[in-house]
């Protein structure tokens, strides 16, 4: 049979039935993979470590690290506070005179302990975001992420500054502790004498401001000190930690360590 395309003859030469199904089903897959394409790759590129997922790069005293620190028990990771190295009048101050930091911010927080005779867990006190007070020599001084931190166990901990504010009226103290102003020391006798600045000592009682909630047993429960806010008390010459909020200083003592009570 002969044919006109286009203005030229051609010849179509029958063919079966069979093999005009398959032409039709070769035809009709080639359609098909054209508009699917090949298989994705969008979900293998998702699959990298934590640090790449998110753009940053996590380091442990310079050591590449797949992914953010995971800190274990009551332990916390403290972002140390930087002291000013100058004075109010623009003068640099030598780097023995500043005072080291006693305040931080909590990075990331273990959640907690476990008593090892009743397995009750001990939540941890302290949480990301907390601005809390340290003693000046604990912790475990590292860099991370190009930063200087410290890891510290909640049970060193000082107290927090409830709202983020370092003041003495947003201060909390953890466990047993108790905030103390300090009743200033006697500067003569008591016939009148006056005493020379080298012979006074710290004093070791004043007014208590703020008291933590109290001890923790091994059953979870807590034990509330038996001091109030307002109560003055009397505590040992060598316990305790001073600490300075505000330019003032005050002493931070374990309930336990004082002495009496009026």
């Known amino acids: 049979e002969m044919t006109s395309v ?3 003859q051609t010849c179509a030469l029958p063919i079966s039935e069979s093999r005009a199904q398959e032409m ?10 054209f508009q699917v394409g090949a298989p994705s790759t969008r979900g293998t590129a998702s699959r990298a470590t ?21 800190p274990l028990a009551d332990q916390i990771l403290v972002k140390q506070s930087k002291t000013a190295d100058v004075t109010t009048g623009g003068l640099f101050m030598p780097a023995d005179s500043t005072e080291k930091p006693s305040e931080g911010t909590v990075v990331l927080a273990g959640p907690g302990t ?14 990301e975001g907390d601005l809390i007070l340290l003693s000046e020599y604990v912790g475990e001084k590292v860099d991370y992420c190009g930063d200087k931190h410290s890891f510290v166990s909640a049970s060193e901990v000082l107290g927090i500054f409830e709202g983020g504010t370092p ?16 009743t200033e020391s ?33 059953q979870g429960d807590v034990v509330p000190p038996g001091i109030k806010p307002g109560d003055s008390v009397i505590y040992g010459k060598y316990t305790g930690t001073m600490v300075s909020i505000g330019g003032v200083e005050y002493k931070v003592v374990p309930a336990s360590d004082c002495l009496a009570k009026w």
């Not at 003041?167 to 300090?182: A, E, I, M, S, Y």
């Not at 208590?208 to 109290?214: F, H, M, R």
């Open 186 to 218: 006697a500067t003569e006798t008591a016939s009148g004498i006056a005493l020379a600045s080298e012979t006074t000592e710290e004093p070791t009682q004043g007014e208590v401001l703020a008291v933590g909630e109290g001890l923790v047993t091994s």
């Open 24 to 33: 039709a089903a070769t035809l009709a897959y080639a359609a098909l993979s």
């Open 167 to 182: 003041v003495v009226g947003n201060f909390k103290p953890l466990q047993d502790r108790v905030l103390v102003k300090l």
């Open 6 to 8: 286009t203005g030229v």
């Open 114 to 127: 476990t008593h090892p005779e009743t397995g009750k867990m001990i939540p941890n006190p302290c949480k």
């Open 50 to 70: 934590p640090a790449v997922m998110e753009g940053k790069e996590y380091k442990l005293n310079n050591y590449m690290l797949p992914g953010p620190l995971t």
